[in-house]
């Protein structure tokens, strides 16, 4: 995802001599396209990322279109006041760009794993929050931010996301983007765990099953018209994030809590303690429930379905 960014922000800023870019020393081997095109508009501001968010700010006080990029949490959690005063407050023309979302930096630990991110930047004023699925929709979502007025935050994977979309879809902010149709549950899923919840789709169809999937790349705003849709006309809508509480499933809960439907809803994310763990991407969907083995697990119970392994344990019993 990382790298479709940039190669697409690079797209931009031929035609768009307003865009810069920030960095908190980082980005090498990624960045460095960006800096040698255009070194009058690129700027590594040092571990300070404090200093990036307020620099930002100034040259987009000054008609600048700001895409700011650093690793997970150092440009939320660090510089959380100054996005808040500075930039949501001015309706600034910032882009946050965080690389790493969820467990990406799995090995790194709880200092490096942005799960609380997509909760903190929802509830700021005037933000926009993008969390592509793949590079199909990080492509689309760096273009519609280049259009947007106003604060935004992109969430991006790390590195060899797979591509999900086999061609691009109808994008746009505030929309959500239907990858299957289904009748019996609605699978929503935002950022990178799309690919997770195809393939729980398919074996869902194996024990009969009728699975819809929505990408949800956009959380701020939330496209509440697809969840009242799925909401009337399934039995159950599930809702999938590599991310602690407070981010797509809460916000599809308080669609749900307002709405006149009796649709099961359940809600996979991180727990809300600290994961105190550290480990491969993989590892940690699977130890967490956010794994396509979880999804299928969560799928069938709404719909009072046994799982695989409970139905190979019956198979089991009975010969």
């Not at 980082?26 to 040698?36: D, I, K, N, Q, T």
């Not at 505030?174 to 789709?201: F, H, N, P, W, Y």
């Not at 599809?252 to 105190?276: C, D, G, S, W």
């Amino acid at each position: 995802m990382r790298t479709t960014f940039i190669q697409t922000l690079l797209e931009l800023a031929e035609q768009d001599n307003e865009i810069w870019l920030l960095c908190g020393d980082l980005g090498y081997s990624v960045l460095e396209p960006f800096a040698a095109r255009f070194p009058d508009r690129y700027l590594n501001v040092g571990v300070a990322e404090q200093n990036m968010i307020g620099v930002a700010a100034g040259l987009a006080l000054s008609g600048k279109q700001v895409f700011c990029y650093s690793i997970a949490n150092f440009p939320i959690m660090r510089c959380l006041e100054q996005i808040r005063n500075d930039v949501c407050y001015h309706r600034l023309n910032v882009r946050i760009v965080a690389v790493g979302g969820g467990l990406a930096y799995g090995a790194a630990g709880y200092t490096h794993h942005g799960v609380e991110d997509l909760a903190v930047m929802r509830v700021m004023p005037y933000m926009t929050v993008l969390a592509p699925a793949d590079p199909v929709e990080t492509r689309l979502a760096t273009q519609a931010l280049a259009q947007q007025q106003g604060p935004a935050y992109l969430r991006l994977g790390k590195a060899r996301e797979p591509v999900v979309h086999t061609t691009a879809p109808e994008f746009a902010i505030g929309k959500a983007i239907r990858v299957r149709t289904g009748t019996d549950v609605c699978i929503i899923s935002t950022g990178a765990m799309l690919e997770s919840c195809v393939q729980a789709c398919d074996r869902l169809a194996e024990r009969g099953v009728s699975a819809a999937v929505l990408s949800m790349p956009c959380l701020q705003p939330l496209d509440v018209a697809a969840v009242h849709h799925a909401a009337q006309t399934m039995r159950a809508i599930i809702t999938v994030e590599e991310h602690g509480i407070g981010g797509l499933g809460t916000a599809v809960a308080e669609v749900l809590a307002a709405t006149p439907a009796h649709a099961r809803f359940r809600a996979l994310h991180l727990p809300a303690i600290p994961v105190q763990v550290a480990g491969s991407q993989t590892t940690l969907r699977a130890n967490f429930g956010i794994d396509v083995k979880g999804i299928v697990h969560a799928a069938c119970a709404s719909v009072d379905i046994p799982p695989p392994e409970a139905h190979l344990a019956e198979l089991s019993s009975n010969s």
